[in-house]
């Protein structure tokens, strides 16, 4: 049976944007796979969460759960104070849990990125493990009456739509914020991302789009003439390129830093996935028309991205970018693996940009050229309708108890539930917000729309929290009302 450590490994501070929020940092046994009795046994591992109960009403208070996503739990830990200032209103236990196969969660260690272990990597896996997790750690915490309301943002939004649909009898809603749940079941337009993108961009300035269509369209004559040390120069490369190969890397390195500032177009400068000053997008197009010689001028907008400290001489094109089976990015390091092999799996990135709908170069991403990148790298072959059929696609009105929060600067939230499809599946649209920006602590910088969209969402979660707690009296009062049964009144039967 699963079980958490009970002391904490280490109790850590961070300062979030309006108090200080002590977590432990636990382990918990977690099952290696939870749908397969022979291939590992009972075989577990030690999967990290931290937790807090600074606000906590013991064993009354609701639980609120981060469904963690794609990286270190620290990092969404610390950029997600919306859910302690809720919880500080709701009097909540805050559980931020770690997803398999990143931060520390690596079920073989060192080994977990090597085929076949590689293959217990799937959303049905880290799902069951938040399930265990959750159930179990209300027993040993003397909360098994506390509702749940798991939290999320991204890829994590999406477990959260998930955790609600596969697990309602342990979830009892779901705040998902950013979550493209209908691009990645490859449901709409695949040059939908990269044209939000730059319209990010051109709501700014058109002529800021104009500079950035010019740069790569003079990166591109360099490249068919071979002008490579050129190229060199003007992009301040360790090395100069040699070959289309290096000019595609060099496209895709570009074009990711495009996509991070848009995501990240947060009205303060953060430190989250990196370093960003604030109003991103608007630094940008003020470096891309503050000269005539718009391939420095480029260079210098990746800069913000990629040398945000000033202390690289010069830019390595594999290592700070790599390209993978998914277009807008799988980051660097151990993580980007896990990603790369879940994108190669059941989530579904085919996104391309291709210079008529967008302001980048053409650079498709089929679903053929999954496919082969992805037998390639991991011997696999995506399954392109999974996530339709067991993660319910667009068929979501029977669902309940779910927000779908996005902001339109955001190039993800297209991708995800925009519309109200009931009156408990709600639609929150923040004007002028960016990634997941109303999981993210107040901030005196805030647009209006994200503290409205905070409200609502305060609002409904509470009244949640209230409606599971009848729930669950009424069926205890059901459990253990004394009942005569209609058997015990009707004549006796011979045999």
Same mark, same amino acid.
Request: charged share 15%.
């Given at each position: 049976?699963?079980?958490?450590?009970?002391?904490?490994?280490?109790?850590?501070?961070?300062? /979030?944007?309006?108090?200080?929020?002590?977590?432990?940092?636990?382990?918990?046994?977690?099952?290696? *796979?939870?749908?397969?009795?022979?291939?590992?046994? $009972?075989?577990? +591992?030690?999967?990290?969460?931290?937790?807090?109960?600074?606000?906590?009403?013991?064993?009354?208070?609701?639980?609120?759960?981060?469904?963690?996503?794609?990286?270190?739990? #620290?990092?969404?830990?610390?950029?997600?104070?919306?859910?302690?200032?809720?919880?500080?209103?709701?009097?909540?236990?805050?559980? +931020?849990?770690?997803?398999?196969?990143?931060?520390?969660?690596?079920?073989?260690?060192?080994?977990?990125?090597?085929?076949?272990?590689?293959?217990?990597?799937?959303?049905?896996?880290?799902?069951?493990?938040?399930?265990?997790?959750?159930?179990?750690? !209300?027993?040993?915490?003397?909360?098994?009456?506390?509702?749940?309301?798991?939290?999320?943002?991204?890829?994590?939004?999406?477990?959260?739509?998930?955790?609600?649909?596969?697990?309602? $009898?342990?979830?009892?809603?779901?705040?998902?914020?950013?979550?493209?749940?209908?691009?990645?079941? /490859?449901?709409?337009?695949?040059?939908?991302?990269?044209?939000?993108?730059?319209?990010?961009?051109?709501?700014?300035?058109?002529? %800021?789009?104009?500079?950035?269509?010019?740069?790569?369209?003079?990166?591109?004559?360099?490249?068919?003439?071979?002008?490579?040390?050129?190229?060199?120069?003007?992009?301040?490369?360790?090395?100069?390129?040699?070959?289309?190969?290096?000019?595609?890397?060099?496209?895709?390195?570009?074009?990711?830093?495009?996509?991070?500032?848009?995501?990240?177009?947060?009205?303060?400068?953060?430190?989250?996935?990196?370093?960003?000053?604030?109003?991103?997008? !608007?630094?940008?197009?003020?470096?891309?028309?503050?000269?005539?010689?718009?391939?420095?001028?480029?260079?210098?907008?990746?800069?913000?991205?990629?040398?945000?400290?000033?202390?690289?001489?010069?830019?390595?094109?594999?290592?700070?970018?790599?390209? %993978?089976?998914?277009?807008?990015? %799988?980051?660097?390091?151990?993580?980007?693996?896990?990603?790369?092999?879940?994108?190669?799996?059941?989530? *579904?990135?085919?996104?391309?940009?291709? $210079?008529?709908?967008?302001?980048?170069?053409?650079?498709?991403?089929?679903?053929?050229?999954?496919?082969?990148?992805?037998?390639?790298?991991?011997?696999?072959?995506?399954?392109?309708?999974?996530?339709?059929?067991?993660?319910?696609?667009?068929?979501?009105?029977?669902?309940?108890?779910?927000?779908?929060?996005?902001?339109?600067?955001?190039?993800?939230?297209?991708?995800?539930?925009? !519309?109200?499809?009931?009156?408990?599946?709600?639609?929150?649209?923040?004007?002028?917000?960016?990634?997941?920006?109303?999981?993210?602590?107040?901030?005196?910088?805030?647009?209006?729309?994200?503290? $409205?969209?905070?409200?609502?969402?305060?609002?409904?979660?509470?009244?949640?929290? !209230?409606?599971?707690?009848?729930?669950?009296?009424?069926?205890?009062?059901?459990?253990?009302?004394?009942?005569?049964?209609?058997?015990?009144?009707?004549?006796? #039967?011979?045999?």
């Amino acid at each position: 049976m699963p079980h958490a450590s009970t002391p904490p490994i280490c109790p850590c501070a961070f300062p /979030g944007n309006m108090t200080v929020q002590q977590f432990s940092e636990r382990y918990f046994r977690q099952t290696v *796979d939870h749908f397969n009795f022979n291939s590992m046994g $009972n075989g577990t +591992f030690s999967q990290r969460y931290l937790i807090t109960d600074k606000y906590w009403m013991e064993g009354y208070g609701p639980i609120f759960f981060y469904t963690g996503n794609e990286g270190d739990i #620290w990092e969404f830990a610390s950029n997600a104070g919306f859910i302690a200032e809720l919880a500080g209103q709701l009097r909540a236990l805050v559980i +931020f849990a770690e997803h398999r196969y990143y931060g520390r969660s690596l079920p073989f260690g060192t080994d977990s990125f090597g085929v076949p272990q590689i293959g217990l990597l799937t959303v049905e896996q880290a799902l069951a493990d938040y399930a265990v997790m959750i159930r179990e750690l !209300k027993q040993q915490l003397g909360a098994a009456d506390c509702p749940v309301i798991v939290f999320g943002g991204s890829y994590g939004g999406m477990l959260s739509v998930y955790m609600r649909l596969k697990y309602p $009898n342990l979830v009892a809603g779901a705040l998902a914020a950013s979550a493209p749940v209908l691009s990645t079941a /490859g449901l709409g337009d695949s040059a939908q991302f990269f044209r939000d993108v730059t319209a990010d961009f051109e709501s700014i300035a058109c002529e %800021c789009t104009d500079a950035v269509r010019g740069a790569f369209h003079q990166l591109r004559e360099l490249a068919q003439h071979q002008e490579y040390s050129r190229i060199q120069t003007q992009f301040h490369l360790c090395k100069p390129p040699s070959s289309a190969e290096d000019i595609h890397q060099l496209n895709g390195m570009l074009r990711n830093a495009f996509t991070m500032m848009a995501m990240l177009d947060y009205p303060y400068s953060t430190h989250f996935m990196g370093n960003m000053p604030a109003n991103p997008v !608007k630094v940008a197009c003020e470096t891309m028309l503050s000269g005539p010689d718009l391939l420095s001028s480029l260079r210098n907008t990746a800069g913000i991205v990629y040398n945000s400290t000033g202390l690289l001489s010069c830019f390595d094109l594999y290592s700070l970018f790599v390209e %993978c089976a998914d277009p807008t990015g %799988c980051g660097l390091g151990p993580d980007s693996l896990a990603w790369d092999y879940q994108a190669c799996t059941e989530i *579904d990135l085919c996104y391309e940009s291709n $210079n008529v709908t967008d302001m980048f170069p053409p650079m498709a991403f089929t679903q053929r050229d999954r496919q082969l990148y992805c037998a390639k790298r991991w011997a696999v072959v995506p399954r392109p309708d999974w996530l339709k059929t067991q993660f319910w696609g667009d068929a979501l009105s029977t669902a309940s108890n779910i927000i779908f929060s996005n902001g339109d600067l955001d190039p993800w939230a297209n991708g995800g539930v925009r !519309k109200s499809l009931s009156s408990s599946l709600i639609a929150v649209n923040i004007s002028g917000g960016a990634h997941h920006l109303d999981l993210r602590g107040s901030n005196d910088a805030d647009p209006e729309s994200v503290i $409205n969209a905070r409200k609502t969402e305060a609002d409904l979660i509470a009244q949640w929290v !209230k409606m599971e707690r009848t729930r669950s009296q009424r069926s205890l009062k059901s459990t253990y009302s004394p009942k005569v049964s209609r058997l015990s009144k009707s004549a006796s #039967w011979s045999i």
